[in-house]
């Protein structure tokens, strides 16, 4: 009698993130270096610099409107996937038309291409780092891959400009835009092989709740709606967003610093210095977990990047200087971890994604403004515009811990990770709270 055949072991699903890792930083090394680029290229062209001004400005605005939009359509859809690698392709096609069209083309036409290719902007800044979710399971497995994700946002910021400066100082600022445009292309190659495999957990739509489909307006509201009504997700916002309005003006400021002590052109070396802090700091949270929880861990970063640079505006010396620079990016890494694993943890499964998009729109908004204040006040002294940037860094780390004590009457009903602010039932297990 022939022996029963026992069923072969199935073998288990391949990671993904590496090639979502990879297609991260190609996608975010392009978004980091734009503004050097556009900057650069209008100067070469026309001679002046307010022409890439104005077509910064059009990349930033349509984040804050589109972040919702992106969030809604990428979750609806049948294949979440073919949302991302068409944003990816916008973004890609856009860098690559205005590098063709600054300083060119009639202002109108430059502008509405820099407007379309920054309504794609979420899914870059922030609608990536939802995908995490869906590629990692739930645990210290996830909460590693938060950290590589944030440290290879970072690492996007370090290398976005260095690249940039090279390329246009060897060859051109038209030359360093186009090959921007290459690189956001190489994110949608190594996109669309991770998305040929499938992801290992199932696509994005199995992670959502099995309510009955509703409207995208129905769909909007309900982002929002966890946006406000989850006090973990609103208190980090609020926190990050204030924080954001006086990073966004730091690289004006360190170029107004350095020229201050006398050491013209070495504000580029202060945020470089800041920026691989921050990429030390997050990389060190992917190999160890500090017994913090993740709130916590945000306002001590938030803290901790406030009394770097507060410290900083009041020391004379270039080289202390750089090195408070450095720990404040140091600092600022931890952040951004935090605020990822906080979106992921406490966002409603169906609105995850808009909650990422959301999230780092209005941080962009923030540091928009922030860039704009700063302009304002440059004739201020070097130093007490630092000193309200730090300012803006511990005001974050107070309205985020005054925000998580205070309990709102709209508030959901329960504080575990991905509370459903629209009372909806939500589908599989609440996962238990990080200590």
């Given at each position: 009698m022939p022996r029963p055949r026992t069923p072969a072991a199935v073998?288990?699903?391949?990671?993904?993130?590496?090639?979502y890792l990879a297609t991260a930083f190609c996608a975010r090394l392009a978004e980091e270096g734009m503004a050097v680029a556009v900057a650069l290229l209008a100067l070469q062209r026309a001679g002046d610099a307010a022409q890439?001004?104005?077509v910064l400005t059009a990349w930033m605005a349509p984040?804050?409107?589109?972040?919702?939009?992106v969030g809604a359509l990428a979750t609806r859809m049948r294949r979440p996937r073919l949302c991302y690698l068409g944003a990816l392709s916008g973004f890609a096609a856009a860098v690559v038309t205005l590098s063709l069209l600054i300083a060119r083309a009639p202002a109108p036409v430059t502008l509405a291409v820099a407007v379309a290719g920054g309504a794609c902007g979420p899914v870059v800044s922030g609608g990536l780092s939802g995908l995490i979710a869906v590629l990692v399971p739930a645990g210290p497995r996830q909460d590693r891959a938060y950290a590589l994700d944030a440290a290879v946002y970072n690492a996007a910021s370090v290398a976005g400009p260095v690249v940039v400066g090279v390329t246009a100082a060897v060859a051109s600022p038209g030359a360093a835009m186009l090959l921007l445009g290459a690189v956001a292309a190489g994110a949608v190659a190594a996109g669309a092989v991770a998305a040929a495999g499938g992801l290992p957990y199932g696509d994005a739509r199995q992670h959502t709740d099995a309510r009955p489909a509703t409207g995208l307006r129905a769909d909007l509201a309900a982002g929002l709606a966890a946006l406000w009504r989850v006090r973990e997700l609103r208190a980090i916002t609020a926190g990050?967003?204030?924080?954001f309005l006086g990073i966004g003006g730091l690289t004006t400021t360190a170029v107004l610093l350095a020229a201050y002590h006398g050491r013209p052109g070495a504000g580029g070396a202060l945020m470089t210095a800041f920026a691989v802090g921050a990429f030390a700091g997050s990389l060190a949270l992917a190999r160890w977990r500090p017994p913090l929880s993740d709130p916590r861990l945000a306002t001590l970063s938030l803290c901790g990047t406030g009394l770097a640079l507060a410290t900083a505006a009041l020391v004379p010396s270039p080289a202390v200087?750089?090195?408070l620079f450095a720990l404040a990016g140091a600092c600022d890494g931890p952040l951004l971890t935090a605020t990822f694993r906080i979106r992921a943890a406490y966002a409603p499964p169906r609105a995850r994604t808009q909650i990422f998009t959301l999230g780092a729109g209005l941080k962009i908004t923030a540091a928009a403004c922030g860039a704009a204040a700063v302009g304002a006040g440059a004739a201020l002294p070097p130093p007490l515009l630092l000193l309200a940037i730090a300012a803006a860094q511990l005001g974050g780390a107070l309205l985020h811990t005054l925000v998580r004590r205070h309990q709102h009457p709209g508030d959901a009903h329960t504080e575990t990770p991905g509370a459903d602010p629209t009372k909806e039932a939500v589908s599989g297990p609440v996962p238990a709270e990080r200590p």
């Open positions: 073998p288990a699903p391949r990671s993904r993130l590496p090639l890439g001004a104005f984040h804050v409107v589109a972040a919702p939009l990050t967003c204030l924080a200087c750089a090195a």
